[in-house]
């Protein structure tokens, strides 16, 4: 069966600092992978996708960026967080587009 | 353009109780429809979905879900709620005909179950 692993599952983070989420997905190949973020109260916002290796696509500008440097890995990272980038973070993956997304556990990121 | 809403943005029922979430859609045909629940501090899990086929939907945790395309609607339902149940609750749609594009999610409703 596929499994989605996402951490850590808590991160405290200053203002200015670097970010790095990571995301793997097990039992399935070629996966379409999301990372969404939720802010509270908000619902879900989607970040980025990607239908392969080295595939992203991006719907929102920000300070975020997203890379898929393996079939099913998928990292979200940041050169300097803002203050703005708090939330819980979420990564999914699907088969395809229409099909179904299965969610990790999610990621509480705290700036201070 | 597609959409979904979700009109109620918190409900309170009371334990044992019967439930409706509300889920309205707007597409151009009949799209792939799904409900999904978030408990706090977790990632959101696959209740139900619906595809094709009979419109009266069975999920997991007792839970169904009714199709009327006459209104747009899928909404969801369990004819006794438990504390437990109490958490965040997501309605998604998908396009039935084009496998790579994405499905949407409403902005959530939050259930509270009273004692």
């Known amino acids: 069966s596929q499994t989605i692993h996402q951490w850590p599952a808590t991160l405290v983070q200053p203002v200015g600092s670097p970010l790095s989420l990571e995301c793997t997905v097990e039992g399935t190949s070629n996966p379409n992978l999301y990372w969404y973020r939720q802010a509270a109260g908000r619902g879900l916002q989607l970040l980025f996708y990607s239908v392969g290796i080295g595939q992203i696509s991006s719907e929102v500008p920000q300070n975020l960026s997203a890379s898929r440097p393996q079939d099913r890995q998928f990292i979200l990272s940041s050169k300097k967080l803002l203050l703005s980038d708090s939330g819980f973070y979420l990564c999914a993956w699907s088969l395809f587009g229409n099909q179904p997304q299965h969610f990790g556990d999610g990621t509480r990121l705290s700036i201070l | 353009a597609q959409s979904v809403t979700q009109p109620d943005i918190h409900i309170t029922v009371s334990e044992g109780a019967s439930l409706e979430l509300r889920c309205n859609y707007s597409?151009?045909?009949?799209?792939?429809l799904f409900w999904y629940v978030q408990s706090p501090g977790q990632g959101l899990q696959l209740l139900l979905k619906?595809?094709?086929?009979?419109?009266l939907v069975q999920g997991i945790k007792g839970f169904e879900a009714e199709f009327k395309r006459s209104q747009s609607s899928f909404n969801l339902r369990k004819p006794s709620v438990h504390w437990s149940d109490a958490a965040e609750y997501f309605c998604a749609v998908g396009p039935p005909m084009n496998r790579d594009d994405k499905i949407i999610f409403g902005k959530g409703t939050r259930l509270h179950i009273l004692p």
């Open positions: 597409y151009g045909a009949t799209p792939y």
């Open positions: 619906y595809f094709s086929g009979d419109t």
